[in-house]
């Protein structure tokens, strides 16, 4: 599925890329039997597992063409995908002089639902401080909106320079974006749906995926410190063994009043 969505893209000159991050099902052979009928799908292998992280910077590091859009094996494409969101970069590129990363609204399938989450900078071009405090304390944000990493295109040497930190297996996305912002780039978001995810989320993957958000906060202790947010991010992005009702409670008046002590600090 994901594969056919990304032959039918409206774009010429298309390469498709596939990272094997050392599957144990029968991807590697589906893709390869797809690159024989279509010579745009190319299949590159890992010999060890690099996680999401690793797979993306191998993807980067072995596009031969200048743009990349990421999609997940979980998702579709709208035809109009490529087209819609590279006139949205060249548009970016027009204004700005710094290395623009532009991200699309997606449609989510989830347990038998559908909702829509919209890109991050939809309603104007964001960057710096506004990113990385909005994803690591919540903080507003015109728009709102979301970095998924599945809705992402950009330069290939914005990603060469902009690697992913693989240290992480969660939250890759969002660290990258919160770093991406810090060092000078610009995230740009598209109104429309052009991607589709077929989400299967647990309670579990939830929990991890808390930890992993946890971590990035962690990683730019620092920062947070210099902005007196260090324990208000950390209250906000709990453990993913405190997703409880009873800990839920308590934390909404801890969170009430680290966000006061930021206010006058």
Known sequence: RT???ARQLDWDDLEILVCDDVSTDRSAAIVQSVSQQDPRVRLVRH????GNAG??????????????AFLDSDDENAPERLRVQVAKLL???????APISVYCTRRVISNGKTRSLSAMGTAQPVGGDAVALHLLCDDPLPGDGRVGTCTMLTRVSTLRKFAFDENFRRAVDREWAIRFALEGGLIVGCEESLVTQHLS?????????????RQVVQKFRSY????????YALTIHRPGRMYTKGHRLLSKPV?????CFRKRA
């Open 224 to 231: 947070l410190q210099g902005k007196r947010s260090y324990l």
């Open 201 to 213: 989320l647990t309670d579990a993957k939830r929990a991890r995926q808390n930890d992993a958000r």
């Open 47 to 50: 010999d060890t597992n690099k």
């Open 55 to 68: 797979a993306r910077n191998t993807l980067a590091r072995e596009a031969t063409g200048e743009i990349l």
């Open 91 to 97: 548009a970016a590129e027009e204004r700005h002089t």
């Open 255 to 259: 969170t009430a009043l680290l966000s």
């Open 3 to 5: 594969l056919l969505s």
